[in-house]
Nanobody, 127 residues
Framework: QVQLVESGGGWVQAGGSLRLSCAASGRSFSFYDMGWFRQAPGKEREFVATMKWSGGNTYYADSVKGRFTISRDNARNTVYLQMNSLKAEDTAVYYC????????????????????WGQGTQVTVSS
């Protein structure tokens, strides 16, 4: 079993920064991909960023490219999302996710491609 626990959400003014953390426990040795999604009120959960656990290759949604950075600390089994130049439209609940079902060179942007999810952390950007 895998547990993912997010932290670091909060309130920030537009143009500010936040760093989200996701601590993984359990079968972390079997992670192939870890990612972040977000869900705003009344909207579907959408892809933000993903990373290959081995190798560290990354992929971003166009809406956050150049502003957000996903990274990892293998020793701590933790993945981060550094969010800079935040906008009001970034307001959402942010979810950490992990894929364990198999290795692939593809980057996965669909919620159905991932196997485990955290409980989410609220990010509110005030304009």
């Amino acid at each position: 079993q895998v547990q993912l626990v997010e932290s670091g959400g909060g309130w920030v003014q537009a143009g500010g920064s936040l760093r989200l953390s996701c601590a993984a426990s359990g079968r972390s040795f079997s992670f192939y991909d870890m990612g972040w999604f977000r869900q705003a009120p009344g909207k579907e959960r959408e892809f933000v960023a993903t990373m290959k656990w081995s190798g560290g290759n990354t992929y971003y949604a166009d809406s956050v490219k150049g502003r957000f950075t996903i990274s990892r600390d293998n020793a701590r089994n933790t993945v981060y999302l550094q969010m800079n130049s935040l906008k009001a439209e970034d307001t959402a609940v942010y979810y950490c996710t992990a894929r364990t079902r198999g290795r692939s060179t593809l980057f996965f942007v669909s919620t159905s491609a991932y196997d485990y999810w955290g409980q989410g952390t609220q990010v509110t950007v005030s304009s």
